[in-house]
């Protein structure tokens, strides 16, 4: 087994720390209590949005702290239930919400007339075909009501899973990353060197060190 670039380290330990002021406390707040039950995606668009976020970033259950997998089709669905958009979108592209309904039937309906299956009953392998054809451009039933399959891939599905993925704590504490460095700030800005308050990242026979030093972060 694989141990974590930044063992014992977990950024929810800097809470109620310098490190975060009360409006971060607040947004990590609201993430971490999001519904696990969809409030935007219907039955089944909500069984083809979790197989479709388990191959785009495929995660085990539990880590080195215990911690539950990224709830990330719920975190898609709480910000399309929300109706909280990026600012912009590409004009070829239909508004998120129905960029993500078309998308998600459009994906059922290729399923369909492959395996006889919806994308979610589908193999690992069929599953990945599809994905694949999608990223290409060369899914083009008539489901996708004139809407790019690449362009979906691209700028929905890659955009919006890996966003909602990264937007969370858990992740935060993988990738070692801090939160906002507000309102503590940065100090030592040279190359390769690290604030008290950042993770260690372990390193080739040093992972108890990297272990020690991340007990301590706050």
């Known amino acids: 087994m694989n141990l974590p670039?930044?063992?014992?380290?977990?950024?929810l330990d800097k809470r109620d720390t310098p490190s975060w002021d009360d409006v971060t406390r607040a947004v990590i707040g609201e993430r971490l209590a999001t519904p696990r039950e969809p409030r935007f995606f219907d039955a089944v668009q909500w069984n083809a949005v979790r197989a479709l976020c388990a191959c785009i970033v495929p995660q085990r259950k539990g880590s080195h702290l215990d911690r539950e997998p990224v709830p990330v089709p719920a975190l898609l669905d709480a910000k399309l239930a929300k109706g909280s958009?990026?600012?912009?979108?590409?004009a070829r592209l239909p508004p998120m919400r129905d960029a993500w309904r078309i998308g998600l039937a459009a994906l059922d309906a290729e399923s369909r007339a492959r395996h006889e299956l919806p994308f979610a009953r589908i193999d690992d392998d069929a599953q990945k075909t599809l994905l694949i054809d999608m990223q290409q451009g060369e899914l083009r039933h008539g489901a996708w009501q004139g809407m790019s399959s690449e362009l979906f891939f691209k700028e929905r599905?890659?955009?919006?899973i890996c966003g909602a993925y990264y937007?969370?704590?858990h992740?935060?504490?993988?990738i070692g990353f801090g939160g906002p460095a507000n309102p503590r700030g940065y100090v030592r800005m040279y190359f390769d060197r690290r604030?008290?308050?950042?993770?260690?990242q372990a390193e080739p026979g040093k992972e108890e060190q990297a272990r020690e030093e991340n007990r301590r972060v706050r």
């Open 157 to 160: 599905v890659l955009h919006d």
């Open 5 to 11: 670039r930044y063992p014992e380290y977990n950024v």
């Open 85 to 90: 958009g990026d600012g912009y979108r590409d």
């Open 195 to 200: 604030d008290p308050w950042e993770a260690a």
């Open 167 to 169: 937007s969370h704590p």
């Open 171 to 174: 992740a935060w504490s993988e």
